[in-house]
């Protein structure tokens, strides 16, 4: 299966570029310079809209791209020795995901990236992109920063699964989704969360009666509105409180 080829061939279709792309601002480096914009659209490729559910690349298949959200979003998710999925990552317009498996040891991709709901993604070839990388020192640097990012997400899922009440791991978790709106310049107190409850506890750690029991007291206490999976962040210090552990009589009886 070689994602980047299959994708380039229906690049003509679609005529949005680097250059005049909505998300320009939040995946591109702030360092590069028009020219050097056009360089990197000339090897990225476009493909047509993923439907829900369906798989964009699997675990164990031969790395050769990455990949940026243009629309919708992505989840990644690790396959256990049981068959069971562990649920690694979430992605929004503007992200790149499938760093995770740069310098894999058996050059395979490390998860299975499945669409969350209509998605559209930029394909970058890898070996084009480290060719790239090497004529344009601005991008190899946001490559490095982004894989550092990268690591830190993947260091702050496990202290919060490690050593957070259930109560703490969901405030962080909306916290951070927050953030990462607000880099696209939208609302970071309306969220549309793309991924079910069931994907919530999953990356969490979580069971699934304990994420919906949580929303629900969160929305009680007046944290949060929440309708199906649109979420208003009503009180935002009361949840920067309840990520930080301060707020005792709301994160009691919910691990």
Do not use: W
Not at 172 to 184: E, I
Request: proline share 5%; hydrophobic share 40%.
């Amino acid at each position: 299966m070689d994602i980047p080829r299959r994708h380039i061939a229906l690049r003509a279709i679609h005529q949005t570029h680097c250059d005049d792309c909505a998300l320009n601002p939040v995946c591109l480096p702030p360092a590069l310079e028009a020219s050097e914009v056009h360089l990197l659209d000339e090897i990225v490729a476009r493909n047509r809209p993923l439907p829900r559910g369906a798989v964009l690349f699997h675990e164990g298949l031969p790395f050769n791209a990455l990949f940026t959200v243009r629309s919708g979003a992505i989840k990644t998710y690790n396959s256990t020795p049981a068959g069971e999925e562990q649920v690694t990552g979430f992605y929004l317009p503007g992200e790149i995901f499938g760093l995770d498996s740069i310098g894999s040891p058996n050059g395979k991709y490390g998860s299975t990236a499945i669409a969350l709901e209509t998605t559209t993604v930029c394909v970058l070839p890898f070996d084009a992109l480290e060719t790239l990388g090497r004529k344009l020192p601005s991008l190899q640097r946001h490559l490095n920063q982004l894989m550092s990012s990268e690591i830190r997400a993947d260091q702050h899922i496990m202290q919060l699964v490690g050593r957070r009440t259930a109560d703490q791991r969901i405030a962080s978790f909306l916290l951070t989704l927050s953030a990462r709106y607000k880099r696209r310049h939208l609302s970071e107190n309306d969220l549309h969360l793309p991924m079910s409850r069931s994907d919530i506890a999953n990356h969490l750690g979580l069971a699934l009666e304990t994420v919906s029991r949580i929303f629900t007291r969160f929305q009680q206490v007046g944290v949060l509105q929440v309708s199906g999976r649109d979420v208003v962040i009503a009180n935002r210090q009361s949840l920067i409180e309840l990520a930080d552990g301060k707020t005792e009589s709301v994160t009691c009886n919910s691990k």
